[in-house]
């Protein structure tokens, strides 16, 4: 590796054995491990787990149980298209839709793992890599640590941080690896999968000067993942409220740890993950013919359209959009039954707003538009 890397890096090899024994030591351990394997002896877990001397070792003994786990437990029918699409010669960058913290990548990793497929490396905020048990479990499946934008990091340092990340994960791809990045920064929060040019722009900084080759190296593949009832969604309507209502919405201390936790234990019904078509050389060279600005735009807009087109759409989308628009257009896409549980879903939703004390019309509102909205940005392939 030409440059040192080791403040973003996931751990090499030889660092995973001494990490596993922080982790079996670490108060954490058995409520997490319960999770996953709620009959199992925790010092046999902990055997287990010491047995591991790779991430591979790590991912196929433990990590994909407890993914199994959270899809027995917790998603009613899981399925996934678009593998087809996936040149296994070559490194991907896949750039996917943002609706859960962890479990986006978590389903991706499981639906390759499954398919003799070589999991990803995954770009992963450093504002949830504050607890070292967390750190070490992440680090030890792939986890590249990204240094969000902070009031204390200027704006050369940040600068600085991001050409850093996109220099590795420009020599990553490079190896014939893939690694999965958010559209984004942060969740979406409102049903719309937009991309943002920032993170386009942030990976082109390792590129060369030619906008068609510095893109053609990522092999961008766009991911589509779309769940029936949108993990955390009550919590994204809240936060989503109050910054609508004038207010600024602030995280309490440890509130990421436990929307990954509530993420993951709550029903999310039917879930479906897609791979979408790699970005084509005939495409970025569309993009490469308009100035910069227009190209970055022009191949965020290709991106989105993949997702769009990919993106399921489930009963409680046509539900919601029924409810907010106060219309029958999409009646025979549910029924009285899917009506039924969604009003319940509501009714939780409503709990929440009365006890966060926000106006709960409005976070009503918002609460559906996480849904409705990704009717209105479906393409129909």
Known sequence: MKENYDDIRPYNDEEIPAALERIVNDPFFVPAMNFAFPDA?????????????????????????????????????????????????????????????????????????????????????????????????????????????TDDLSPREFLLNSQHLAEYIRWYIGQGKSMWIAQRNGR?????????????????????????????????????????????????????????????????????LRSILYGIRMPKGDVNISVCKAITREELEECGKLPKSEAYKMLKDIIDRRIYANYKLHDTNY???????????????????????????????????????IDIKVARKVFLEIYANSVDTKIEE
């Open 41 to 149: 002896d925790m010092e046999r877990v902990a055997e287990v787990m010491r047995t591991c001397k790779t991430a591979d070792d790590m991912q196929e003994r433990i990590m994909f149980s407890v993914i199994r786990r959270i899809i027995d437990s917790t998603i009613d029918n899981f399925t996934y298209s678009g593998l087809e699409n996936i040149d296994r010669s070559r490194g991907h960058l896949y750039i996917s839709n943002h609706r859960d913290i962890t479990l986006d990548s978590f389903l991706l990793q499981y639906t390759l793992f499954s398919n003799g497929i070589p999991t990803t490396a995954t770009t992963l905020g450093d504002n949830l890599l504050r607890n070292q048990f967390i750190v070490d479990i992440c680090r030890i499946n792939r986890a590249v640590r990204v240094i969000r934008k």
């Open 188 to 256: 979406t929060k409102d049903g719309i999968d937009a991309t943002d040019q920032g993170v386009l722009k942030m990976v082109s900084l390792s590129g060369t000067a030619d906008f068609v080759d510095s893109f053609l190296e990522l092999n961008i593949a766009p991911i589509a993942i779309s769940y029936q009832y949108e993990p955390c969604d009550i919590q994204k309507a809240i936060e989503v409220t109050v910054n609508r209502l004038g207010g600024t919405y602030r995280k309490a201390e440890g509130e990421d």
């Open 319 to 357: 539900i919601a959009h029924d409810m907010l628009h106060r219309e029958k257009r999409y009646a025979d896409r549910y029924t009285k039954e899917g009506v039924r549980a969604f009003k319940m879903r509501m009714a939780m939703a409503d709990a929440r707003f009365a006890e966060a004390g």
